[in-house]
């Protein structure tokens, strides 16, 4: 998978320009009435960049956002692409370091957050199913454990039953 078939997907998820106030991402200061309500747009939050204007955001400098700060970063080289889009998803959504640490428990290693040899080594080992549908479970395990569930859990379930299918075509 490439970068632009993974945007493609991402941006079928992400909306347009919104100021939910009850989204502490659309906060400067990451919670609820803490700094400007900047919003989010394409996913890119006020919370990850308070300095950016949002509101005025392209869909063009959205993609090289996602490519330089979260593809580019996220150091999935070796993976399969289905895992990398899967883990670069859930990144998005819930942070880069957040998501590799639900990886590495999918796999087994300490979860650090750190993509380096020994996770490598691990996700390697596993069969690629197992791994993509550990990491869901993982990932869906978070979502309930979150407060903010209530308001945005149908969203992000229907994002990763989403992603399953994406899955399904990936292998």
Do not use: C
């Amino acid at each position: 998978m490439t970068f632009d078939e993974a945007f493609k997907r991402l941006i079928g998820h992400e909306g347009g320009y919104s100021t939910d106030r009850r989204d502490p991402g659309n906060w400067t200061g990451g919670r609820v009435g803490v700094g400007t309500l900047k919003g989010t747009k394409f996913g890119l939050a006020a919370n990850t960049y308070p300095n950016l204007d949002i509101k005025n955001l392209t869909l063009a400098q959205a993609k090289a956002i996602y490519k330089k700060d979260w593809w580019d970063k996220l150091g999935a080289d070796g993976m399969h692409s289905a895992i990398v889009f899967q883990l670069w998803d859930f990144a998005i959504n819930a942070g880069k370091s957040r998501a590799i640490k639900e990886l590495q428990q999918a796999v087994g290693v300490p979860a650090d957050g750190i993509i380096g040899p020994q996770t490598l080594a691990a996700v390697n080992s596993h069969d690629l199913n197992d791994v993509i549908l550990s990491l869901t479970a993982e990932r869906l395990k978070f979502y309930t454990s979150l407060s903010t569930f209530k308001t945005h859990g149908k969203g992000w379930t229907n994002r990763v039953a989403d992603n399953l299918k994406y899955a399904a075509q990936d292998n």
